[in-house]
């Protein structure tokens, strides 16, 4: 078998996928665990192929041989990721295109299908194999978060801007009308099939905080997770993989963990420099069996916490992650585990998926005890921020024409004005001075001292700073860029 410099196997992602243990069952996953448990820090390696920031990553069921990622350049790629890594091949694009950002993406049971939606107002059912489009399935407002039936692939869950949560079945005429489980007057921004019992649902709602559904009781929670605080803006919410535990990210608080049916959190968790204010995040639980979970955060970092064993410790914030995973260079918004070969991806504002991995891939940086330190970059100030947006010559437009694969400037300090508001205290929801529409009005005019007041958010930089961020920056404006926060 040909070496290669730093794996000596042809690919440890691909042995360790393809492994058959006969008589030991458990010693390929033991080793993972104890391999994981012994890294103060991962390998990393970068995707290329967005040309925008990457909203949404799934890997495929059944071994995660595939990742599937969207994001604001409209397209949905397909990536193997054995080749990938390797650098072998570059990601298929299915061609059903959506005709603004992408939010959401899932895979069925069998990986034939891919569903995908955004901020276009629909989702858009793929045939993988043949790349095709199957079918459309029209919504009345922007489309942020799907999950499909555990028992049956022709029915999924659609959670939207316009406060309502859709269950679909594919094999219904586009005519018929979805069932309504849930209809709230806020936006909801995350919603998943429990994986064990799949009547059951749980939801993240921009005001309403953590639910957990009866798609035989609609209309009304069966249990809303918080106790006296369940009044919170919730962003992400995952089942483990047994259905016992649900994990949600809410906004300015830290990741919170609830045993299914208690109403109060079992575990919070935190970390110095860890916040979640800018952006809209998802999370997910990591490891064999579950015990670590895992968060993105607006300072550039992924973070990693281990789930305490200890029963009667419930109730207590968790202090100090397991692991933070230092080389984003910018928000990290999206992560998902991969428990078959330990593999994490994750996303945000840049147009890269970064591998991370606690064995070492061909080109793959850093180490797994943390000696090797990245480059750090410093913020870009606000007056480079409108000196970037004033010098791009093309003002509200990001139609991707150009088909980069390089970092963004522009995007880049864009997020950076709203890090640095979070850092000196700034209001978010105080008019911004640095909405891109009220600079590029204040170039044209000639004008220092005043600006144009908009009666509503026209630009996502304005958007994103409307009170409690309940939607952030996916405002249906498809002139302007939506990572999606």
């Known amino acids: 078998m040909k070496e290669l410099k730093g794996c000596g196997m042809r690919s440890s992602v691909g042995f360790l996928s393809r492994r058959e243990l006969t008589g030991q069952p458990l010693m390929k996953e033991e080793f993972q665990r104890r391999r994981l448990s012994g890294c103060t820090s991962l390998f990393k390696k970068d995707m290329l192929g967005h040309f925008g920031c990457v909203n949404a990553i799934e890997f495929s069921n059944n071994g995660g041989e595939w990742l599937v990622s969207g994001g604001d350049d409209r397209r949905v790629l397909l990536w193997h990721m054995e080749q990938a890594i390797h650098s072998r091949s570059k990601p298929v694009k299915l061609k059903g295109e959506h005709l603004s950002n992408i939010f959401c993406l899932a895979f069925d049971s069998t990986n034939k299908k891919v569903f995908s939606g955004g901020n276009d107002e629909q989702v858009i059912l793929h045939d993988v194999e043949r790349r095709e489009t199957l079918n459309v399935f029209l919504h009345i407002d922007a489309v942020y978060s799907l999950s499909v039936s555990p028992v049956n692939d022709n029915v999924f869950a659609s959670s939207s801007d316009d406060g309502r949560v859709l269950i679909w079945d594919t094999r219904e005429p586009p005519s018929t009308e979805p069932f309504c489980l849930a209809s709230y007057p806020s936006a909801f921004h995350s919603v998943m099939f429990n994986p064990v019992e799949p009547r059951l649902i749980a939801t993240a709602n921009s005001k309403e905080g953590v639910g957990l559904w009866d798609i035989r009781k609609p209309r009304s929670s069966l249990l809303r997770y918080g106790g006296s605080l369940s009044l919170q803006s919730a962003m992400s919410v995952r089942f483990n993989s047994t259905g016992t535990q649900l994990l949600a990210l809410r906004r300015r608080l830290p990741p919170v963990l609830y045993e299914l049916h208690s109403r109060l959190p079992s575990y919070q968790f935190d970390n110095q420099g ?212």
Request: glycine share 6%; net charge negative.
């Open 274 to 485: 860890y916040f979640n204010s800018c952006t809209m995040k998802s999370c997910c639980f990591a490891g064999d069996k579950d015990q670590y979970i895992l968060s993105g955060s607006d300072d550039f970092n992924l973070y990693m916490w281990k789930i305490p064993k200890d029963p009667e410790s419930g109730g207590r914030v968790v202090n100090g992650a397991f692991m933070v995973l230092k080389g984003h260079r910018s928000i990290v918004n999206q992560v998902r585990f991969n428990p078959h070969t330990y593999m994490i991806c994750s996303s945000g504002v840049e147009k890269v998926i970064k591998v991370w991995s606690p064995y070492q891939q061909p080109d793959s940086l850093g180490d797994l005890d943390g000696r090797v330190e990245d480059k750090s970059r410093s913020l870009y100030t606000h007056e480079e921020y409108i000196s970037l947006v004033l010098n791009s010559g093309s003002g509200l437009s990001h139609d991707y024409v150009s088909q980069s694969i390089q970092e963004d400037p522009r995007m880049m300090a864009f997020f950076d004005s709203l890090v640095r508001r979070e850092i000196e205290g700034w209001s978010s929801d105080s008019d911004s001075d640095l909405s891109e529409e009220a600079i590029m009005q204040l170039h044209a005019r000639g004008r220092r001292t005043t600006r144009p007041t908009p009666t509503a958010p026209t630009t996502v930089a304005a958007a994103i700073l409307v009170p409690l961020l309940t939607t952030a920056n996916r405002v249906a404006v498809t002139t302007q860029p939506q990572c999606s926060p």
